[in-house]
Each structure stands twice: as structure tokens, then as C-alpha cells.
């Protein structure tokens, strides 16, 4: 697929030009809906861990199920010395984000592409009202993701690629809304880890910014009618939802937010999909509050990585005290 | 521990009480004479307290990665690398040669390959094996963001030609054939598996091409590929979505030993210090930080093949037998002479060994050792 002009700094494949493996997919196996035991309320397990690569002000590396990626901040530094800089009188934050070629289902390439800068400005949104930036003047930080892997919306449509002919309007309205979902957890991801590296950089915040997803599911086609565990209107809301949706559930919206939970305060918000109102309540407000439920639960995680940095440095810092005389000795 | 002391560093105030500096301050200011200063110290000891000839631990993961047909991550040190390895589909046009694919030798040299691929117009056509190492990943502080850069760009060259000419891996699992039996000929061709290596380093801390070709190693002795045939009535190749087979490497690994040489000067040269010194005013060091890489006069770069026995008992046990050398890089001054050239060689092939173990408790090698036993014996 990837033969269009070649990159003229990278190694680049055969001219012939390669394709995707193609699977024949029987309808047999279409495990389409792995039901995970987990309660819609409960998000996943997160892994994190800051201050891994040493080479950098601040780093982390965080590992939800599959999704894992790693977050590393440069600077603090000075702005480049030209005539060209305008002054900057609030440190100057930049945000990338970029998946390796074998993060997703489909190969990407090592150029951006629009999701990436999509998810690059809304963690830009996310992180920029956090830092106290007056405080970093004629300087510059930049913040670097990096995800290995990921749970990507191509999953399943890569493997019925061969009956895409007959694929039915059935499965087309499943995929509403896929694509959200999975930019969401990875988006969600991505704040949390980020903050945790600036945290680690020691760059001064106004508070941690956790990010928190939570999606809005119906029952499909009313034809299994058994929504009694939801009050409002048969309305499933799922935290930090899985991409593939929950057996016999058919996604209405997605939102993603970070949230600093010391200051009750929203950074970014991000809803997307069909939401109106009923019974009086806004079913927008009742998302919010989910995604928000998701970002304090992950807030848990991002205290505990912080303190768990500083413990570790701060006991570094007191067995590096009594070996600081056995150095070799550099004065005269 | 205290070095001899030396006039050169005794700034004095008017008071004349030394002027001194913290050591963390002193390896910022002047890196070489720190450097220097370390490894006059005996026994000579590196600022990351190793000695000269040793190499940092590895660890290893492999398949860790959901997406790609195999993977690894590779830390040694604070230089973490991860690779994942994922084949895409070559289908053949009726009238296509296949002999570019067929053979390693397509590209030989890196003068014709530099003069034949960048003049029409694109880095490396022509290969079934596309390595490419991303450093601009905020992995250091040193590399900027953005496209590949200078180092980059050699690096994805370095790995495919070593790949190229080490024939890492074999041929005979990348093609895909047509399986019908009525044939005239039996088996044909139909196209091929196109291996994307790609190479993230996540944190750099000096020597990343070791760690890269031990995680290109190790991905592709991991990976698997589903099992491609073509398909009759679709006229295209599909996968099956159960069975996969592994890409066969050579059974011979060669792996990969960085060398820094750094210039030190007072060193005694009269066989005091260590023996593996028999010039003075040079130290090799093996498996460089990038500390130590911005110091380095020259860099030894050998590309080996070790034949081991492989104690098959619960915990492998790897011994040596005999180093052979597929190819040698060497670039910088004129200082390492062929008695320290033949140290170098052997401890490669230590590290070799060290490699060896490490994958294989990784079990990556064994898993692929089911189908080929009789290539373990004796890798």
C-alpha cells in the first residue's frame, strides 16, 4: 500500500509495493463481542511508572491492558537564538504524538498523519492550562508520545476485509463510533502519562491533569429489550470502554476529558457522537460525570506514581550522600 | 579512592585555597579529563562503574506487542530499544523478476547500492528486509525532533546492510507459492513476505546499534508470520488465520560488539596497569554510554558469528567454541593495533554468548527450536 513516493531518509520496501495480509474469515469465527468481566463502571488496570529514561527532564511509560505507550518531556530549554524567535513570555508547549508502525492493526507510516496531529492539539488543550507557564519565559517544553501498542478500530475490519462486498448495515452501524472510542482511551492515555512525565520533569503545575473516557451505549434495535439495570431511558454508560462494544449494545457518544481533580476543573473535553435530552436531564451532563468518575480513578494512579517517584529520590538522594566522598577526587 | 594528583586542575583564588568543583559539575566542564581521570584509577574503573571490558546487562522481552508479527525490547543500560517486526505482502505481477528478491547479493556493496538506489530516487529499493531506526522519539536530549537526522539515517542504513550482509535471514521463508496441486510446475512463486523491521529507541544512552541489531535478532527469531498461500478464486494471496510459521534465520547468529577507544594520557605504559593496555594513552571500552561515545577517538564495530554448545539442561549454559568474523568496522584514527584488535574479537564473542543465553532464556530460540532441533545444537 505504501508505495507512493519514497522517503528519501528512511530504508523503503520493495518498489512492487506490499499490502496488509488479507485473511479469509468464515462467519464460524467473528468473536465480535468479547464480553470483558468487568463492571461498566470500573476502568482498567493502569500501569505507571515515571522517571525511566534518563536521558530526559521527565519520562513515563504507561500500560493499559493493550494499550502502552511512553510519554517523554524535553525541557524546560531555551528558545533557539535567532532573529526569527519572537519573544515568548510563557514558555512555549508543544505536543506530539506519534504511533510506531506496528502500534495499530494496519501499518502506519513514520509521517503524521491526521489523527496523530489530531490527538497532538487535544493533548496540547489538555496540558497547556496546567502548566504555570509564566514561570518558563523565553523557553520551550516539548512533550513527546510514543505508543507501541494499541487497541485501534481496525481490529476486526481488517480480518472480513474479504467479504467487505456483503458486509452488512448491521456492521456499519457498529462501527459508529469506533474510531472514537479507541482515540478516546488512547487520548485519555496519553494526559495521564503525559502529566506524569512533566510531574517527573518537575515543571511547575497547577495540578495533575488525569484524563478519563467513558462512552454511552443503547440497546441495539430494541429487539433485546433487557436494559433493566439502567434508570434513565435503558442508557448503558461504560468508563474507559472497550472498543468493541458491549454484546447486544449499539454506541451512541463517546467523551474524553482531562480533569484536575484538586481544582474541579475540566481542561478538555471532547464528546462525540448523538446526545440529547430526556427526562429533564441533559444526557450530556451525565457523561461528563462519567468521564470524570474515570478520570479520578486514574488520578489515583497518577498520585501514587508521583509519590512513588519521590520516595525513590529521595532515598537515592540519601545513599548517594554517604558515597559522595569515594568519587574519585577531581581538584588538585 | 584518590587519583594521583595532578598540577593541571588547580585553579587557585587569591586565598590560595584550591578552588574545587563537585564531581557532577566537573564531568559537565571537562568530560574528557573526567573520563580520563576514571580510568587511570586502579584498577581502571569507567564513571558508570564498569570496567573497560565490560558490557552492560541485557534484558530482553519478546512478543510483547499485540499488532506486530513479533517483537522485542531490548534494555541495556539506560538505552532501551523496541522492535517490532511485521510482514506485509509482495504479490508478484506476471513478468516480474524475482531475482532481485532471491538473492542477498542484489545490493552488495554500500557504493553501488548508494549510487544505483539514491539516484532513482529512493534509499534501499529492492529488498525483502526494510529495517529503519526512529531516534527522533524524545529518547535523548541531544536529537532533535522531527525527520530522521544524520545518525538516524546511518543507523537504518547500517542495520540493512548488516542485515544484507550477515544473510540474517532465510530466503526460503519469505515466499509465498501457489499449492495447487495441478500444476505443471509443482510450486510457483507467487509473491513474497516483505519484512518491516522497525526500530523505536525509547531512551539512548550511547551504543544503540547493538541494541537494535539484538532486537531485530530477537524479533525475527519470535515472529510469526500466517501461513500465505494463493489463493485460485480470489486471484490474490490470503493468510490463514490459525496457522503461521516462523521466519527462518540462519542458523548461525551473528551478533554485533560496539567498541569505544578513548584517548588517556599518563598512562603507564610499562605493563602496571592492565595487560589488555600495551599502548599507552589509549583504553578500549566496551558497549559505550553516550558519555563516553562523545569522548571516543575511534569505534570498532564487529559483526561475529560464534559457535556454541548449547548444554541443553533446564538453565542454558552457553560456552564458546570459536569466533568466526562476517565483518569488521572500524572508523577514526590509527591507534588500535592488531594485539588489542584480537582482544576486541574476543570479547565479542563473550558478549555473543551473553546475547545467546539471554535469548534463549528469553525462549524465543526454542520455541522456533521445536521444528529445528538439530540447528541448536550447534548455533
Redesign the interface.
Same mark, same amino acid.
Given at each position: 500500500?505504501a508505495a507512493k513516493a @519514497?522517503? %528519501?531518509? %528512511?530504508?523503503?520496501?520493495? &518498489?512492487?509495493?506490499?499490502?496488509?495480509?488479507? $485473511?479469509? &474469515?468464515t462467519s464460524a469465527?467473528a468473536p465480535k463481542a468479547q464480553q470483558e468481566a468487568r463492571p461498566p463502571g470500573e476502568i482498567r488496570k493502569i500501569f505507571l511508572r515515571t522517571g525511566?529514561?534518563?536521558?530526559? *527532564?521527565g &519520562?513515563s511509560f504507561l500500560e493499559i491492558s493493550?494499550l502502552?505507550l511512553? !510519554?517523554? !518531556?524535553?525541557g524546560p530549554?531555551p528558545l533557539p537564538r535567532s532573529s526569527t524567535t519572537p519573544f515568548a513570555a510563557q514558555a512555549i508547549l508543544t505536543t #506530539?504524538v506519534?504511533f510506531? @508502525? $506496528?502500534?495499530?492493526?494496519v %501499518?502506519r507510516g513514520?509521517l503524521r498523519d491526521s489523527s496523530e496531529r489530531d490527538l497532538g492539539s487535544r493533548l496540547y488543550q489538555a496540558l497547556v492550562g496546567a502548566i504555570r507557564r509564566e514561570l518558563y519565559p523565553k523557553s520551550r517544553i #516539548?512533550v !513527546?508520545v *510514543?505508543i507501541?501498542?494499541? #487497541?485501534?478500530e481496525g481490529d476486526e475490519v481488517n480480518?472480513i476485509f474479504?467479504e467487505e462486498g456483503k458486509a452488512s448495515s448491521e456492521l456499519k452501524y457498529w462501527d459508529v463510533g469506533r474510531a472514537e472510542r479507541a482515540l478516546g482511551v488512547v487520548l485519555a492515555g496519553c494526559i495521564t502519562a503525559a502529566s506524569a512525565a512533566l510531574a517527573d520533569a518537575g515543571i511547575e503545575m497547577y495540578d495533575l491533569v488525569s484524563g478519563g473516557v467513558a462512552s454511552v451505549f443503547v440497546d441495539e434495535a430494541d429487539s433485546k429489550g433487557k436494559g433493566k439495570d439502567n434508570s434513565v431511558g435503558e442508557k448503558l454508560y461504560v468508563r474507559d470502554p472497550p472498543v468493541a462494544p458491549p454484546g447486544g449494545k449499539a454506541p451512541l457518544a463517546t467523551c474524553v476529558i482531562g480533569y484536575m481533580a484538586a481544582r474541579d476543573e475540566i481542561s478538555e473535553l471532547w464528546i462525540s457522537g448523538k446526545l440529547g435530552t430526556r427526562n429533564g436531564v441533559t444526557e450530556m451532563d451525565e457523561l461528563v460525570d462519567e468521564a470524570v468518575a474515570a478520570a479520578r480513578a486514574s488520578r489515583g494512579v497518577l498520585n501514587e506514581a508521583a509519590k512513588e517517584r519521590v520516595k525513590f529520590i529521595v532515598g537515592k538522594a540519601q545513599a548517594t550522600a554517604g558515597a #559522595?566522598g569515594?568519587?574519585?577526587?577531581?581538584?588538585? | 579512592m584518590t587519583s594521583p594528583t595532578s598540577p593541571v586542575l588547580q585553579p587557585r583564588g587569591d586565598s590560595g585555597a584550591p578552588l574545587t568543583f563537585s564531581t557532577s559539575l566537573f564531568r559537565h566542564i571537562s568530560p574528557s579529563l573526567y573520563l580520563q581521570r576514571h580510568l587511570l584509577r586502579k584498577p581502571p574503573t569507567r564513571p558508570n562503574n564498569r570496567q573497560p571490558s565490560q558490557h552492560r546487562d541485557l534484558t530482553l522481552t519478546t512478543n510483547s506487542l499485540g499488532h506486530a508479527h513479533g517483537s522485542a525490547v531490548v534494555r541495556a543500560g539506560d538505552t532501551a530499544v523496541v522492535c517490532g517486526v511485521r510482514g506485509e505482502i509482495l504479490t508478484l505481477l506476471p513478468g516480474d523478476d524475482t531475482s532481485i528478491f532471491e538473492s542477498y547479493n542484489h545490493l552488495s556493496t554500500s557504493a553501488t547500492h548508494s549510487y544505483s538506489s539514491r539516484s532513482s530516487g529512493g534509499a534501499g529499493w529492492g529488498e525483502l528486509i526494510t529495517p529503519n531506526v526512529e531516534i527522533s522519539t524524545g529518547c535523548s536530549k541531544k536529537y532533535p525532533l522531527g525527520p530522521p537526522g544524520a545518525l538516524a539515517q546511518t543507523l537504518s542504513d547500517q542495520l540493512r546492510e548488516l542485515i544484507s550482509a550477515s544473510k540474517l535471514v532465510e530466503l526460503t521463508s519469505l515466499r509465498i507459492y501457489d499449492q495447487d496441486a495441478d500444476r505443471e510446475a509443482a510450486q510457483k512463486i507467487k509473491g513474497y513476505w516483505s519484512i518491516y523491521v522497525d526500530i523505536l529507541c525509547i531512551s539512548l544512552d550511547g551504543n544503540i546499534l547493538d541494541a537494535s541489531w539484538y532486537a531485530i535478532v530477537a524479533a525475527l527469531a519470535s515472529a510469526k508470520l500466517p501461513l500465505a498461500t494463493w489463493n485460485q478464486n480470489e486471484e490474490r494471496i490470503v493468510c490463514h488465520k490459525s496457522l503461521h510459521h516462523p521466519v527462518m534465520l540462519r542458523s548461525c547468529l551473528p551478533f554485533i560488539t560496539t567498541f569505544a577507544i578513548v584517548p588517556v594520557l599518563g598512562l603507564p605504559g610499562n605493563g602496571t596497569v592492565d595487560e589488555s593496555v600495551q599502548t599507552a594513552n589509549i583504553m578500549i571500552l566496551n558497549d559505550p554510554d553516550s558519555y563516553e561515545e562523545d569522548e571516543a577517538v575511534e569505534t570498532l564495530t564487529i559483526l561475529s558469528t560464534t559457535v556454541f554448545t548449547v548444554e541443553t539442561t533446564q538453565t542454558p549454559n552457553v560456552s564458546s567454541i570459536k569466533t568466526r568474523i562476517e565483518r569488521m568496522e572500524k572508523i577514526g584514527g590509527w591507534k588500535l593495533g592488531m594485539s588489542q584488535l584480537a582482544q576486541c574479537i574476543q570479547l565479542a564473542a563473550a558478549k555473543a554468548a551473553h546475547y545467546t543465553e539471554t535469548l534463549l532464556q528469553e525462549g524465543s530460540w526454542s520455541k522456533q527450536s521445536n521444528q529445528t532441533s538439530a540447528s541448536l545444537r550447534t548455533f
Open positions: 500500500m @519514497p522517503d %528519501r531518509r %528512511r530504508n523503503n520496501p520493495p &518498489s512492487h509495493g506490499t499490502t496488509a495480509p488479507v $485473511f479469509l &474469515s469465527d525511566l529514561i534518563a536521558s530526559v *527532564t &519520562s493493550p502502552k511512553s !510519554v517523554s !518531556v524535553l530549554r #506530539e506519534k510506531a @508502525p $506496528f502500534a495499530s492493526t %501499518r513514520y #516539548e !513527546v *510514543t507501541l501498542d494499541s #487497541e485501534d480480518t474479504m #559522595e569515594k568519587d574519585v577526587e577531581m581538584t588538585g | -
